[in-house]
């Protein structure tokens, strides 16, 4: 179901003219609308592995949109707290990477 009134996506691009890349499940949260690029993964290590790739091409000043839902669908809602805590920790590795990629990255 489409979004019922504009969202931040949609003032981004196409109005604006910012790209938007949606990783995971974010283009199907807002049917598609509003979204330059999309990248379908099947897990939260994927996903970020997709994000930082897309640092090497995506202007600055666009924006890189990434839900990570195995915390919610394989961990939270199981109440898997161990996996949760894996999850995290592989998360938290993941920002070692993407973190120093994004400090001072040029505006376009």
């Known amino acids: 179901m489409p979004p019922i009134r504009n969202t931040l996506l949609d003032h981004l691009q196409p109005a604006a003219g910012h790209p938007v890349v949606a990783i995971r499940k974010v283009s199907d949260l807002f049917a598609g609308r509003g979204v330059t690029e999309s990248h379908a993964t099947r897990s939260d290590d994927r996903s970020m592995d997709v994000l930082v790739g897309c640092l090497d091409y ?51």
């Open 58 to 108: 995506t202007h600055a000043d666009g924006l890189l949109f990434v839900n990570l839902v195995d915390f919610d669908t394989r961990f939270g809602h199981r109440n898997d707290v161990p996996g949760y805590a894996r999850n995290l920790e592989a998360f938290d590795a993941g920002l070692a990477d993407l973190l120093p990629r994004l400090v001072g990255r040029p505006r376009s």
